[in-house]
Structures are given as structure tokens and as C-alpha cells.
């Protein structure tokens, strides 16, 4: 049966013998599919101008607003009633705004490298697939790169579901001017991979300490006599996996597709929520989105009064502000002189907010709002 020619001039849908509806649902695909496109060509219009009515010479960087893409994003969610689960539409609204906002440039994202790593995952989970990801070697680098201008924004890892706080990333706080732009959960997934072609062949294994921790049951089950190497990411496990004879990796998956690598075993994580959550810094402050946090650098200075921290912290009580974390970490200035890193529900703009940290600070030796951002979406 030859083809039909559409209104466009283009092969219109074949009728298969015996299945005209099926014929009939590829069309309306077509037309759908059309609609979605010039959807997304207005969209991305309509992006154009924002952007030219609010700085006609800007970088892309003065047009994110992280809290109006928490508002869209959330009114997605809203909508959904599938048959598509939530995270796969958030996906596609986070890429169609990605790739708006990069009409003109990019954003510059650096983040905890090398490629292949959660972190990178991380990125693209938050900013979309538009964006120019810069892979730095430290946790200090990122800080650096996001200070000096060059990149906007920075994402590093703040804790794990599994094996708690990285400290290092708190420690740039006590010396970093930027801010908490926004914060990212990862559902951690690892993966043993390697290039031989079974585990009776595997040697020694290389990965992050975070990784080995998070598999540590899995490994004393299954492999309780191969050597455990502890290197500094995920990724260069990998790289080592795919130099070294009878080395196997634990990493993402997206690592074996970058070294090559095959996978032995998926998803061999002890705990099945394991869970990463990352940090963007950057120099900017936002406006707040509704479902917000805040996070705190406080000290009660070199005290050792009874109940000193607990009248610090009680004004959040008292003006209804929740209290989702608190750290502990030496302050560096002196010996056994502490200072507190706390997450609250609310942003540093909202009333109640507002009145207990005014109330805060006056008890406070030291007091900072590292930032106030969107929480994390999923």
C-alpha cells in the first residue's frame, strides 16, 4: 500500500491490514507531537523575552531563579495523573527549562569530579542536561571556581542517608563567602563492574570510602576475601577497573558506560533508601518559593554554661520554626571551640522566620544564613 502524503507534504502513517485503529493512533501521535513542539518553540520564546526585559546584556546566570523553577515544577507534580510516574515528569520539565535558560549560554556548573560520578549525576538532576558541567578534582576547587566567577554555581555533597555528614564540605563554610543556593537528593544506586567477566575473577576492588561503607554487608557476603581500596571518587575506581587486571569498581552506572567497563552485579547498596544529598553554592541570594529552608552558622562562643545552646535555639521554638539538622564542627579558632551548622524549615524572608532569627543572632558569638533555598523536589 503506498503512502499517503500528509498536509505538509510528508509520508502520512501507513494503514496496517487489519489495524486501522492503530493507524489512526500513530496520526494522532503525529499531531500531538507537532503541538508539543511548537509548545516548546513558544516556551523558549517566551524565556528569550524574560530574559531581555530583565538585563538586555546579562549572563544567563542573572536570569535563574531557582525558586520559580521549584514553583513549576511543583505545579507539575500537582497536575500529573499520569500514566507517567512523577520523576519522569519532572525530567522533562527540567530539561525543557534547562534548555531554555540556555538559549544564549549555558550555565557553568562545577561540581566534584572526575565524570561519572553521583555528583555529576547530581548536576544534571538539578539543572538539566543544558548546562556546561565543569569537573573539578576537590571539594576545595569547586569553592574556588564558584569564588574566582568561574563557574556560577558549585554542587558538592553535605551528607548520606547511610554513612551521615561530609565534613569536608561543612569545613568551606567557615572560610567560603557563598551561599546555599539549593540543595539535591539522589537516590544511590552502586554498581560492581569491572573487565573480567565474573566475580571469582575479581582481585581487589577500588572505590570512594562512602561507597565501600554503603556496601559493606553486600561485600562481606559475597566477596569477603578480595582486597577493599579506598580512592578518592567513584570514578577513579573505575579508571582503575579499567587498567588494572582483576580490578573491579564500585560506581554508578553511568561509569561503565564512560570507562568501558561491564557490570557484574547492579544495585548492591545495603540499604534499599539509601540516599545522597548534595548542596549548590553560589554567590547569589532568592527569593523564597514557598517550600523552603534555611541553613545556619551559629556558636555559642568558648562557654561551658549549662543549658547555653538551648536558649540559643529556643526562640526557634517559640515563633513555630522547625529544626530539620544539627552539626557540630571545630570552629578553628581556638581548642574546644565549636560552632553548629542548622538546617530550619522556612526561609530567612518569612515572617516567624525572621523574628527567631533577629532573637538568634542577639545570643549569638557567631551568626551566618548560609542560604535560604528551594527544598529538594523528589
Avoid at 510516574?85 to 566534584?112: G, H, N, T, W, Y
Wanted: proline fraction near 4%; glycine fraction near 6%; charge should be neutral.
Amino acid at each position: 500500500m503506498a503512502l499517503r502524503k500528509s498536509r505538509k507534504g510528508k509520508p502520512a502513517a501507513k494503514d496496517e491490514p487489519g489495524r486501522p485503529e492503530l493507524s489512526a493512533i500513530r496520526r494522532r501521535i503525529d499531531e500531538v507531537d507537532a503541538a508539543l513542539h511548537e509548545l516548546i518553540s513558544e516556551r523558549a520564546r517566551l524565556a528569550q523575552k524574560v530574559g531581555i526585559s530583565k538585563h538586555a546584556d546579562g549572563h544567563t546566570v542573572d536570569f535563574y531563579r531557582p525558586e520559580r523553577e521549584a514553583e513549576v515544577l511543583r505545579a507539575a507534580l500537582a497536575r500529573n495523573k499520569g500514566p507517567l510516574r512523577d520523576e519522569e515528569i519532572l525530567r522533562l520539565f527540567r530539561e525543557i527549562m534547562s534548555a531554555c535558560l540556555a538559549q544564549q549560554e549555558p550555565l557553568k556548573v562545577a561540581f566534584l569530579g572526575p565524570e561519572g560520578t553521583f555528583t555529576q549525576q547530581a548536576v544534571y538532576k538539578h539543572f538539566g542536561h543544558s548546562v556546561r558541567a565543569l569537573a573539578l578534582p576537590s571539594i576545595e576547587d569547586v569553592f574556588h571556581e564558584v569564588e574566582a566567577g568561574d563557574a556560577d554555581f558549585g554542587l558538592v555533597p553535605i551528607e548520606n542517608s547511610t554513612e551521615g555528614t561530609v565534613t569536608h564540605t561543612l569545613d568551606r563554610f567557615l572560610l567560603s563567602p557563598l551561599n546555599i543556593c539549593g540543595e539535591v537528593e539522589l537516590r544511590i544506586h552502586q554498581y560492581l563492574m569491572g573487565r573480567m567477566k565474573s566475580l571469582e575473577h575479581v582481585q581487589r576492588i577500588c572505590t570512594h570510602q562512602q561507597s565501600l561503607a554503603q556496601c559493606r554487608q553486600w561485600l562481606d557476603e559475597h566477596l569477603p576475601l578480595v582486597e577493599r581500596v579506598a580512592v578518592s571518587s567513584n570514578a577513579e575506581g573505575a579508571r582503575r577497573a579499567r587498567d588494572e587486571q582483576g580490578t573491579a569498581a564500585i560506581a554508578p552506572q553511568a561509569a561503565a558506560e564512560v570507562y568501558g567497563l561491564s557490570v557484574l552485579v547492579a544495585e548492591i547498596e545495603d540499604r534499599p533508601d539509601n540516599t545522597t544529598r548534595f548542596l549548590v553554592v553560589g554567590a547569589k541570594t532568592f527569593q523564597p518559593s514557598g517550600e523552603d529552608k534555611t541553613t545556619l552558622l551559629v556558636s555559642t562562643g568558648h562557654t561551658q554554661e549549662a543549658g547555653t545552646l538551648y536558649h540559643l535555639l529556643e526562640p526557634l521554638s517559640r515563633h513555630g520554626v522547625s529544626m530539620t539538622r544539627i552539626e557540630s564542627r571545630p570552629s578553628r579558632r581556638r581548642k574546644w571551640d565549636y560552632v553548629f551548622f542548622i538546617d530550619i524549615a522556612g526561609h530567612a524572608a518569612d515572617d516567624n522566620v525572621a523574628a527567631a532569627l533577629a532573637e538568634l543572632k542577639q545570643h549569638a558569638s557567631l551568626f551566618r544564613v548560609l542560604g535560604s533555598y528551594p527544598r529538594a523536589i523528589l
